[in-house]
């Protein structure tokens, strides 16, 4: 059994960036097939794609996130991290790390989400 689990800030203040990681039990990061990414979810809005992480270190981006955005990955750990740049009160969200398949992009696994919170 596959799981993840966030950790990061709940707090961020705007123009400050933020780091989540996400650890991953059950399974290697380094398996074929598999992409790891970053699923978001602002209040009262739906669930966002902000991007992922291939096993080949390759990244995908949301084209909206992408100046913004990075993806790594900690392989000793079985970590992978994202971080993004000068947040503002829009990326506060509820922020989700998913297991998907590589060729059908279908999410199969979900960390259960941490808050994180823009705000001065």
């Known amino acids: 059994q596959v799981q993840l689990q966030e950790s990061g800030p709940g707090l961020v203040k705007p123009s400050q960036p933020l780091s989540l990681t996400c650890t991953v039990s059950g399974g290697s990061i380094t398996a074929d097939r598999y992409y790891w990414g970053w699923i978001r979810q602002p209040p009262g809005k739906g669930l966002e794609w902000i991007g992922y992480?291939?096993?080949?270190?390759?990244?995908y981006s949301s084209p909206s996130l992408k100046s913004r955005t990075s993806m790594s990955r900690d392989t000793s750990k079985n970590q992978f991290i994202l971080q993004l740049t000068s947040v503002t009160p829009e990326a506060t969200a509820v922020y989700f790390c998913?297991?998907?398949?590589?060729?059908?992009?279908?999410?199969?696994?979900w960390g259960q989400g941490t808050q994180v919170t823009v705000s001065s």
């Open positions: 998913v297991r998907a398949a590589a060729i059908t992009r279908d999410v199969d696994y």
């Open positions: 992480l291939t096993t080949s270190d390759n990244t």
